[in-house]
């Protein structure tokens, strides 16, 4: 089941897929000159664009950055959590993970 999880303004936050005992929870974030983690794997579009993938533990499983590079301007553009923790427990811990990974104050 999927499900849209909405803040208190009524935007759309995340999205969360319950896969039962795990959930893959996705949250946007949208943050400009955010460098690629160490080990992060790329993946080149057309010899021009580089989208990046790097993947940490977290607590009941792991979450997963993802970055866009256009060649002028680099972009984290969401955080995923793929685990046991429930959503609320899972936000919480992606928004500071995104917090954290991009400066974000």
Request: charged fraction near 30%; glycine fraction near 8%; proline fraction near 3%.
């Amino acid at each position: 089941m999927i499900k849209i999880y909405r803040d208190e303004r009524g935007e759309n936050k995340a999205r969360i897929i319950d896969l039962g005992e795990v959930r893959v929870i996705s949250m946007d974030v949208f943050a400009e000159g955010v460098a690629p983690p160490q080990g992060a794997e790329v993946v080149e579009i057309a010899s021009r664009y580089k989208v990046y993938i790097a993947k940490e533990d977290a607590p009941g499983g792991r979450i997963e950055y993802v970055l866009y590079d256009n060649g002028s301007t680099r972009q984290l553009i969401s955080v995923r959590y793929i685990g046991v923790l429930n959503a609320d427990e899972a936000l919480a811990y992606l928004a500071e993970a995104a917090r954290r990974i991009s400066n974000i104050r």
